[in-house]
DNA sequence: CTGTTAGCGCTTTCAC
DNA sequence: GTGAAAGCGCTAACAG
């Protein structure tokens, strides 16, 4: 025996009412008598009734849910952002469908199409590099698109992101301001703009200011992890630093963890400061130093200014960037 | 002018054949012949036909989308079960309708009925505390539900889980082995089974194959955070107590931090052993030996079993255990 | 304020 | 192997 689903048009027999008028009443219109509304509301609670969200769907074109596209929800930076972006839709009435695409290429526009075919009413984009591509099939859709902590050089897609050219430049200012000399650019792939264009150029600016030439041995490209930190010990002691920027937290512990470990003294001997502000630089030993992003803040930004495109609303500017801060530890002086 | 989208019939009659031959192609049906397979797959590439997974799922009643419920995805535990949940619903060609309840009962509910509503094929679930009412709501519907490092007492639904019992016990018997008789056991809400009963249990029955009482002075429940971890400080010291057993990383390392910050010496003076072996555990100095426990593989099985159950395919075993280990690290002796 | 009537775009018998 | 036709459950004009 299947399981039996009772739908708007059971309700319409049992309250003696149209199809039309059980829908109003689920959708709270307001053109229903009370009386009328109220016998409904007893037929739908007495049968049980649930809407189909599926049949409404297609019926209404509107699904109420969008894509969220993130490179690794296991990541804290991505995560965090994710909750933020969650906490809104919920509040908007929204679900997401969350996938992963491991920054790859192939994987988002896989699931950019599955995105698409689900009919979502739009999408949010995480991702450290915005493919030709991906921004092809953006622009091809109607769906409003989001980047939330993630830049689209050309700003064709609203974003939601924080100064980070400018939060470079006063990290790195404040390690030339305690009399650093070398400072290391650590950060992941200098071909996602991110870091290629924004934070180095931050760097670039700040070195400028102080009359410090720029000097290439000092950047250090590799992946966002602790292991990565680990194993740049040799490379960053060869270098001469004495202090490095970072792009990412673990990245950051890492380094710290195998300086120390190998009994050089921080902050006397070499100061870090790192940018995400996670937990990370809280548990570590000394305690990092960092720029401090709004996460949850730029994921829930992000995901009402998503809210406004859905809606066709006028919107007065939709590259959005928020404040940032930086939060002094125990790792620089 | 509208966005026209294309449909099945406008591919049908451009390849003149019926709507029913071209659905058959696109959902691989073999018996169609490859000639006119070709044809249709031709003007579906012309056309740039994208078939509407929303009308698909209102007419198949199948979404090919679960609904995953979690407390909290900035949290790196829950976090992890869910990237290994998203792996496998991907690879079994599901999407994932992610959502958060912070372990509230009203919310998990609310986000429950409405997963219900849009239809989604089954369900994984995870949260601390599985109450009446939700277990209610997962009886009253027909859809397929699984547990994801949550326990059911009753084991009326699929799970995926380790032996928490035994690695609590395994954990506490290390630390009795270096010679502690006085040893906290510190956990989240003790009203969670999988604290109340199963952890603690472990613990206990750790003692007791010692010899050792119990004293519930030893007991401390506290929140799943690093700032509770680090309040425990004058608690800790009072009970006596010379080791401790941390159901949380994050609770871990704040205890931990705290000690040391106090210039307690550890593991010299106070031993340490944790539950999830996340990253904080190797950041933190010392590191914190801990529990192992697979948890991008009880996401990932945890889904696996889902895909078994939507099939409707025969279960063995809907209860799964996963194996554990203890990485000895240099909280303790 | 309420009912009628078309679909939304696709799957799925059931014939042929 | 292929087509015709009947829905899936709901929304959205349009009347009245």
Chains 1, 2 share one sequence.
Do not use: W
Request: with cysteine; net charge negative; aromatic share 6%.
């Amino acid at each position: 025996m299947e399981k039996q689903t009772i739908t708007i048009y059971d309700v319409a027999r049992e309250a003696s009412v149209s199809m039309a008028t059980v829908s109003r009443v689920v959708n709270g219109n307001p053109n229903v008598k009370p009386a009328t509304r109220k016998k409904v509301l007893e037929v739908i609670e007495r049968l049980d009734y649930r809407p189909n969200a599926v049949a409404r769907g297609l019926a209404s074109k509107r699904t109420t849910t969008v894509g969220v596209i993130i490179p690794d929800v296991a990541n804290t930076y991505f995560a965090s952002l994710a909750r933020g972006i969650d906490d809104v839709a919920t509040m908007y009435k929204y679900n997401i469908i969350l996938a992963n695409s491991d920054g790859d290429d192939k994987k988002e526009i896989n699931v950019l199409n599955t995105l698409l075919a689900k009919q979502v009413d739009g999408i949010i984009f995480m991702g450290h590099h915005l493919t030709d591509e991906v921004r092809g099939e953006f622009s091809r859709s109607k769906t409003p698109v989001v980047l939330a902590g993630s830049i689209d050089p050309d700003n064709q897609v609203g974003s939601v992101n924080i100064d980070y050219l400018e939060a470079t430049k006063d990290a790195t200012d404040e390690l030339i301001k305690s009399g650093n000399k070398k400072i290391a650019f650590v950060s992941g792939a200098l071909i996602d703009p991110i870091n290629g264009v924004s934070r180095l150029n931050g760097y670039k600016k700040s070195l400028a200011e102080s009359k410090i030439s720029f000097n290439e041995g000092l950047v250090f490209e590799c992946d966002y992890s602790y292991k990565a930190g680990l194993g740049l010990f040799d490379r960053i002691q060869n270098s001469g630093a004495t202090a490095a920027v970072v792009a990412d937290d673990e990245l950051a512990v890492g380094l710290l963890n195998t300086l120390t470990d190998h009994g050089v003294k921080v902050p006397e001997e070499f100061e870090i400061i790192t940018s995400n502000n996670s937990l990370y630089t809280d548990i570590a030993r000394p305690s990092v130093t960092s720029i401090s992003q709004p996460l949850y803040d730029i994921g829930a930004v992000a995901m009402r200014l998503l809210t406004k495109l859905m809606n066709k609303e006028e919107i007065d500017e939709k590259t959005i960037i928020l404040p940032y801060g930086l939060i002094k530890k125990d790792s620089t002086k």
